[in-house]
């Protein structure tokens, strides 16, 4: 991939930045603070709701977003309700399913928070019987553990498509067959396999599917949950308020049809547009580029952690730059610092999968360098040289 660095303005003004932080957010390009800054400044309105012109363009610039960012997961514009980011939608179907007459929900302990405390929060309250598969020493939950537990009584199977602490992935296409063969439905968290791997909402017959702007390149503030309009009928939304109802009456109120039921209240149009220039913007790249290129740069991450002895969490090896690491005797948030002090930023911590990280013998946390489009061979070089001069301070 050619170097990226003059589209993202963080990077031109702080050319000695190396960003390895982008499984927690990604940096964004011109052309997504471009889309951001039209919206305001050219017609700045409320969408689908003012008549005037102003509203008119608001709606349409709104509407061609959606297209866009349903497009790129391999979707309709009708299946795609706007969220905050991937953990509003996780919560929405969690908290919004019927579970009177399934209750079991399955998923594993390699999930992020935004999973699994939805799901624990329902079992506290009795609503749920959550069952959660134990990974193996890498972290990976084989199907062989997953085809025994889905069964009769599951209702929904919640997984990751990338896991955020291994970089490696969950058999989405047999997942679903598994769910469906049982009658239960299967909701995939996106937020680290959309930006870095082809997504197919339609093809691996996923029913439910949440991802976030801010990892792929998009604003903060904005994200998706991508719904077939069968299930749509069966979700509860979270939220009630303007733009939910066709007509209300202190007696009765009748809802909007499909997506639109969900999207309560004034809308981030701004982020849409921005979402739909990050969309545009990885598409031009390719996503198999985008894959091959984080591959390429997760391998080079594995010589340098290994050459200065580091202990990598995971097979390695997914199609996101991401490793998960700690070297012996180093505090994580130390090592974290040290490398912040030399202009290196990683992740250091639990990273929102605590239960993931004690599976893999990493209680105590771990360093976490996460690559994206705009790093470059140099920025891993300088990474694996600046690890390579600290990890004699802890030997
Ligand atoms: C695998 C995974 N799921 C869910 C989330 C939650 O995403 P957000 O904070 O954008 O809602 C994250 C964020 O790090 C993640 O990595």
């Known amino acids: 991939m050619k170097d990226l660095r003059a589209d993202f303005p963080l990077l031109t003004r702080h050319p000695e930045i190396v960003y390895l932080d982008s499984a927690c957010t990604s940096l964004k390009p011109q052309a997504v603070l471009e889309a951001e800054r039209a919206y305001y400044a050219e017609f700045g309105a409320c969408a689908a709701r003012s008549s005037h012109s ?9 509407e061609k977003a959606r297209e866009q960012v349903s497009r790129f997961v391999g979707a309709h514009s009708h299946e795609l309700i706007w969220t905050r980011n991937a953990t509003e939608g996780l919560n929405l179907v969690a908290c919004g399913l019927d579970y009177s007459k399934r209750r079991q929900v399955v998923t594993t302990e390699m999930e992020h928070h935004s999973v699994l405390l939805p799901l624990l929060r329902l079992r506290e309250e009795g609503r749920i019987e959550l069952e959660i598969l134990p990974a193996d020493s890498e ?13 009769r009584s599951t209702a929904l199977v919640v997984t990751h498509s990338l896991s955020n602490v291994t970089g490696t992935g969950q058999p989405v296409r047999e997942l679903a067959k598994l769910a469906h063969d049982a009658g239960a439905l299967l909701c995939v968290d996106g937020a680290q396999g959309v930006p870095h791997q082809r997504t197919d909402f339609g093809r691996d017959k996923i029913d439910f599917l949440c991802f976030s702007a801010h990892k792929m390149l998009g604003p903060n503030g904005i994200g998706a949950l991508v719904v077939s309009p069968s299930q749509q009928s069966r979700l509860r939304p979270l939220l009630a308020g303007g733009g939910t109802a066709r007509s ?4 009765k109120v009748e809802q909007a049809d499909g997506i639109l039921r969900f999207e309560a209240g004034i809308q981030h149009y701004a982020g849409m547009l921005g979402f739909a220039a990050a969309c545009a913007y990885l598409q031009r790249l390719g996503m198999d580029e985008v894959e091959r290129q984080g591959r390429e740069l997760g391998a080079r ?5 290994l050459s200065a002895g580091g202990r990598i969490y995971g097979p390695g090896s997914g199609p996101s ?30 990273f929102c999968a605590q239960p993931a ?19 470059t061979d140099g920025d891993i070089s300088r990474f694996c040289d600046e690890l390579s001069r600290l990890a004699p301070l802890y030997s």
């Open 321 to 350: 730059g991401l490793r998960t690491f700690n070297l012996p005797k180093a505090k994580p948030h130390d090592l974290g610092l040290l490398l912040d002090q030399r202009h290196i930023a990683v992740r250091s911590g639990y």
């Open 301 to 305: 991450l594995d010589e340098g952690i």
């Open 54 to 62: 102003l509203g008119r363009q608001a709606g349409e610039h709104a």
């Open 357 to 375: 990280l004690n599976a893999l013998g990493a209680g105590g946390g771990a360093v976490r360098a996460s690559t994206y489009v705009y790093n």
């Open 139 to 151: 972290g990976q939950v084989p199907l062989a553990r997953w085809q025994p537990a889905i069964g």
């Open 248 to 251: 209300v009456s202190l007696q």
